[in-house]
Every structure is written in structure tokens, then in C-alpha cells.
């Protein structure tokens, strides 16, 4: 079992950049992919990017494609997710996640969740 701690997020005018950070309990960090989700008030939880156990492997939604960058570092059992050139439909609370599975964008894959953080982007 892991558990997930996400830290980082805040208010950020539109433009601007945030480092969200997921550290994992447990010495087995390195045997899950892991992946950011977020969801914003009224909408359905979406997928943002994941990362392979190894983290050679990445994955993004197309909406942050370019502005949003996925890493990990299995010393630290940390994930991070640096965001770029934020725009205020980005705000949301942002959840990571741990599969035992494969990097996937599907929620169901991920059996482990952290609490969330709040990202506003203000226009």
C-alpha cells in the first residue's frame, strides 16, 4: 500500500507556473506508474499526464501538451508536475495517483489516490 501527499498548488495569475510535488510513503514508490488527474468544480475528473515506474515513459493530455511536464524521482518518492503558462480553465484541485498497472490515462487503473490541491489560475 502507498499512501500519496500532494503539496504545491495555490493562486497563480494566468501566465504563470506552479510546481505541484506527490510524495508516496512505503520503499516500493519505484514498482508503480503514476499519473496527475484534476477536477474542476461541475466537471468530471480528467486525466492531465503519467508517468512509467522507470520514468523514461510519459503521457499527456493534449490540453496541457507543451505547457506541463511529468517527472519523477524514485530516490525521493516524489512525482512532480511542473505547469507552465497557466490558463484559468487549469483551475482545479489536482490529484496524484499510483498504478500498479501500466502508465495509463484511465482513472479506474489507479488503485491509489492522494487527497488533491488547489490550483487557481486567475485571469
Known amino acids: 500500500q502507498v499512501q500519496l501527499v500532494e503539496s504545491g498548488g495555490g493562486l497563480v495569475q494566468a501566465g504563470g507556473s506552479l510546481r505541484l510535488s506527490c510524495a508516496a510513503s512505503?520503499?516500493?514508490?519505484?514498482?508503480?506508474?503514476m499519473g496527475w488527474f484534476r477536477q474542476a468544480p461541475g466537471k468530471e475528473r480528467e486525466f492531465v499526464a503519467a508517468?512509467?515506474?522507470?520514468?523514461?515513459?510519459?503521457s499527456y493530455a493534449n490540453s496541457v501538451k507543451g505547457r506541463f511536464t511529468i517527472s519523477r524521482d524514485n530516490a525521493k518518492n516524489t512525482v512532480y508536475l511542473q505547469m507552465n503558462s497557466l490558463k484559468p480553465e487549469d483551475t482545479a484541485v489536482y490529484y496524484c495517483?499510483?498504478?500498479?498497472?501500466?502508465?495509463?490515462?484511465?482513472?479506474?487503473?489507479?488503485?491509489?489516490w492522494g487527497q488533491g490541491t488547489q490550483v487557481t489560475v486567475s485571469s
Open positions: 495517483a499510483a498504478s500498479v498497472a501500466t502508465m495509463s490515462s484511465r482513472a479506474y487503473e489507479y488503485r491509489y
Open positions: 512505503g520503499r516500493t514508490f519505484s514498482s508503480y506508474a
Open positions: 508517468i512509467s515506474r522507470s520514468g523514461g515513459s510519459t
